[in-house]
């Protein structure tokens, strides 16, 4: 989820789908770092994992309309192993009007930054995302070093990211210097109408020294390789990056919500996943 991200497009020439014949090195992946989210109803997300992001507009930008908070109606567990991100049509004292919209949502975005980073490996969540006109939820990655070098110069790899009327549909995409808006994208459609909101799902990148490979499942439907960089693009993806989970609503991509929209809207995470490569 780019922090001023208003579309998606596939750049020839860098992307290589999952028909490619070049394949990631043979090894194993040994798990570092994860969240089962385990525990009581109402419980927030482990404080010694994750941080929360608050306040709403113009930190966000892209026109999005909701107001992230710290509160477990947003964000806590469920009880049954999962992580529950909530968005909610409401106003709180203290949210300020916005030029794109009432603004009238509140939801939760929680990251690691400060608690955990890793450069190279495979990063996974499993989860069940919300369908609805508007609803934009992501699991993506940026650069730890943000503070000494800000976005894009930091980078960015969003995992997954998914607009609620689109309900099959996916999009991972990186950004970087030289390719920032719109990024370096593809996405992967669900088979016979099938909506991602009604199963969970496990979306993953898996990062290596050479290239990053983005997975829905089992189906790998985009790499980005070192070595097809071109054109003013630099390859920014060789230091510690941490986690981010969010549920936007609104904003220039997705648009806002509809009349149709059911609140609260919720993602459901039953975990992320951290391991690194093992020759």
């Given at each position: 989820?780019?922090?001023?991200?208003?579309?998606?497009?596939?750049?020839?020439?860098?992307?290589?789908?999952?028909?490619?014949?070049?394949?990631?090195?043979?090894?194993?992946?040994?798990?570092?770092?994860?969240?089962?989210?385990?525990?009581?109803?109402?419980?927030?997300?482990?404080?010694?994992?994750?941080?929360?992001?608050?306040?709403?507009?113009?930190?966000?930008?892209?026109?999005?309309?909701?107001?992230?908070?710290?509160?477990?109606?947003?964000?806590?567990?469920?009880?049954?192993?999962?992580?529950?991100?909530?968005?909610?049509?409401?106003?709180?004292?203290?949210?300020?009007?916005?030029?794109?919209?009432?603004?009238?949502?509140?939801?939760?975005?929680?990251?690691?930054?400060?608690?955990?980073?890793?450069?190279?490996?495979?990063?996974?969540?499993?989860?069940?995302?919300?369908?609805?006109?508007?609803?934009?939820?992501?699991?993506?990655?940026?650069?730890?070093?943000?503070?000494?070098?800000?976005?894009?110069?930091?980078?960015?790899?969003?995992?997954?990211?998914?607009?609620?009327?689109?309900?099959?549909?996916?999009?991972?995409?990186?950004?970087?210097?030289?390719?920032?808006?719109?990024?370096?994208?593809?996405?992967?459609?669900?088979?016979?109408?099938?909506?991602?909101?009604?199963?969970?799902?496990?979306?993953?990148?898996?990062?290596?020294?050479?290239?990053?490979?983005?997975?829905?499942?089992?189906?790998?439907?985009?790499?980005?390789?070192?070595?097809?960089?071109?054109?003013?693009?630099?390859?920014?993806?060789?230091?510690?990056?941490y986690l981010l989970l969010n549920l936007a609503?609104?904003?220039?991509?997705?648009?806002?919500?509809?009349?149709?929209?059911?609140?609260?809207?919720?993602?459901?995470?039953?975990?992320?996943?951290?391991?690194?490569?093992?020759?």
């Amino acid at each position: 989820m780019s922090l001023f991200a208003t579309g998606l497009v596939i750049v020839a020439g860098v992307v290589a789908g999952c028909a490619s014949g070049e394949s990631a090195p043979p090894g194993r992946w040994e798990l570092r770092w994860s969240d089962e989210f385990d525990g009581p109803a109402g419980r927030g997300p482990d404080p010694t994992k994750w941080v929360f992001d608050r306040g709403g507009e113009p930190q966000w930008g892209n026109e999005e309309w909701q107001y992230y908070t710290d509160r477990p109606e947003n964000v806590s567990l469920d009880g049954r192993g999962h992580l529950e991100i909530s968005a909610r049509r409401e106003r709180l004292p203290g949210m300020s009007p916005c030029p794109h919209g009432p603004c009238d949502v509140t939801s939760g975005r929680i990251t690691t930054l400060g608690r955990f980073d890793q450069r190279y490996g495979r990063f996974e969540a499993r989860m069940r995302i919300p369908s609805g006109t508007g609803l934009w939820p992501a699991f993506w990655m940026m650069g730890a070093d943000i503070e000494a070098h800000p976005w894009p110069g930091n980078g960015e790899i969003d995992v997954m990211e998914s607009v609620g009327d689109d309900p099959g549909t996916i999009h991972g995409s990186a950004h970087g210097p030289g390719f920032v808006d719109p990024g370096i994208t593809d996405s992967f459609r669900l088979a016979d109408g099938q909506r991602l909101a009604d199963a969970f799902h496990t979306y993953a990148v898996e990062w290596t020294p050479d290239r990053i490979d983005w997975w829905i499942d089992d189906n790998r439907y985009l790499t980005v390789l070192r070595g097809s960089m071109q054109g003013g693009r630099q390859w920014i993806f060789d230091h510690p990056f941490y986690l981010l989970l969010n549920l936007a609503v609104g904003g220039g991509w997705p648009g806002p919500p509809g009349d149709d929209t059911a609140f609260p809207a919720r993602l459901a995470v039953d975990h992320v996943r951290v391991y690194r490569f093992v020759e």
